[in-house]
């Protein structure tokens, strides 16, 4: 489930933010609104919007140029930073998306790792997508 979050959090200091929301799929998400969300400079934002409201992953989203019910979605996951794909992020990215009137309720959500399909009903969300093996990590004890 998804609920949209009544509080947005305030900008850093000296940013300038258009439209924005703040939405919840069991952990905090905040959805900005840019016209490209491959040229956002991920790098350097992420860091100073993720503090942002206590600690938050950060979704700049913008509709796919040329394509129907589909947004580009760059995120920076607080604690992680730039990742290649993110399922709650495509979730709520998606539910802001449509409660902005900017896709229908099956969207395809694309992020450098790859595409998902979000599937709304009502608050309820609904993630596609294959998976992809990208690494073995062995981590040492203690």
């Known amino acids: 489930r998804v609920t949209e979050r009544a509080q947005v959090p305030a900008p850093p200091p000296g940013y300038d933010i258009g ?3 703040a939405a ?3 952990n905090p998400h905040w ?5 490209d969300a491959w040229a956002v400079d991920l790098a350097r934002l992420g860091p100073q919007f993720e503090h942002a409201g206590g600690g938050i992953n950060v979704e700049f989203i913008a509709p796919t140029p040329g394509a129907v019910d589909a947004i580009d979605l ?9 990742t290649e794909a993110c399922g709650s992020g495509a979730g709520a990215a998606a539910y802001v998306a449509h409660r902005w009137g900017l896709v229908g309720t099956e969207v395809t959500v694309h992020m450098p790792g790859g595409a998902a399909r979000v599937v709304l009903d009502g608050d309820e ?4 997508g294959p998976a992809v093996f990208i690494a073995e990590i062995e981590l040492p004890r203690g």
């Open 74 to 82: 760059a995120v920076w996951e607080r604690g992680v930073g730039i």
């Open 24 to 26: 919840d799929i069991g």
């Open 125 to 128: 969300v609904t993630l596609i």
């Open 31 to 35: 959805v900005l609104l840019v016209d």
């Open 19 to 21: 439209k924005s929301a």
